[in-house]
């Protein structure tokens, strides 16, 4: 079992910063791919970042340049900074994790990040 938690979510105003974390724990083998997803009301949950244990990374359009993914391994941490913030960010983020491309995923119980105009 793999448990992910989440934290650093909140309000915060067009333009500003949010630095999400997770943390996770349980049996970390092999545990290659973490990363952030989004959903927002009445939407699907969609990709907004992910990054390996190698440190290759992937990001949704609509976040590059804006978000920056990291991790850090001897703490089992993966961390979202999300900076210039839109309205159109609004949504819960979830954590993320999966030990290769056909095992089954591992999720946190998510964070809400709100953007205000």
């Known amino acids: 079992q793999v448990q992910l938690v989440e934290s650093g979510g909140g309000l915060v105003q067009t333009g500003g910063s949010l630095k999400l974390s997770c943390a996770a724990s349980?049996?970390?083998?092999?545990?290659?791919?973490m990363g952030w997803y989004r959903q927002a009301p009445g939407k699907q949950r969609d990709l907004v970042a992910a990054?390996?244990?190698?440190?290759?990374?992937n990001y949704a359009d609509s976040v590059k340049g804006r978000f920056t993914i990291s991790r850090d391994n001897a703490k089992n941490t993966v961390y979202l900074q999300m900076n210039s913030l839109k309205p159109e960010d609004t949504a819960v983020y979830y954590c993320?994790?999966?030990?290769?491309?056909?095992?089954?995923?591992?999720w946190g119980q998510g964070t809400q990040v709100t953007v205000s105009s």
């Open positions: 990054i390996t244990s190698f440190g290759f990374t």
């Open positions: 349980g049996n970390l083998f092999s545990l290659n791919t």
């Open positions: 993320n994790a999966k030990r290769s491309s056909w095992s089954s995923d591992y």
